[in-house]
């Protein structure tokens, strides 16, 4: 079992740049690939962006690629989401989420993964 913290959220103005982070304990965080999901106030929920296992590989919305980067460290049990040039539909509360079983083509797919955070709000003023 993996418990996830969120951290980082915050209010921004349009252009700036936030950094989100989420810290694992429990399970071997390196089984896990790590996403990151984003939901909006009348809105579903929505993928952001994931990073694979061991091999780092990384994912992205349309809507986030190129402005968002996100990274992890399985020494330190983290995996953080670096976001620049915000804009104000960024704004949503951000969720990190682990799965054990996901393979590429369900790294999307917010029911395939395991565990959750408790999110972090992100606000960005135009």
């Known amino acids: ?4 913290v969120e951290s980082g959220g915050g209010l921004v103005q349009a252009g700036g740049s936030l950094r989100l982070s989420c810290a694992a304990s429990g399970d071997t965080f390196s089984r896990y690939v790590v996403g990151w999901f984003r939901q909006a106030p009348g809105k579903d929920r929505e993928f952001v962006a994931a990073i694979n296992r061991r091999s780092g590989g990384t ?10 980067t996100i990274s992890r ?9 670096q976001m620049n040039s915000l804009k104000p539909e960024d ?4 969720y990190c989420a ?25 606000t960005v003023s135009s």
């Open 98 to 122: 682990a799965g054990a079983r996901l393979i590429l083509s369900s790294f999307q797919n917010g029911a395939q993964y395991d565990y959750w955070g408790q999110g972090t709000q992100v």
């Open 91 to 94: 704004t949503a509360v951000y």
């Open 1 to 4: 079992q993996v418990q996830l």
């Open 59 to 68: 994912y992205y919305s349309d809507s986030v690629k190129g402005r968002f």
């Open 73 to 81: 460290d399985n020494a330190k049990n983290t995996v953080s989401l």
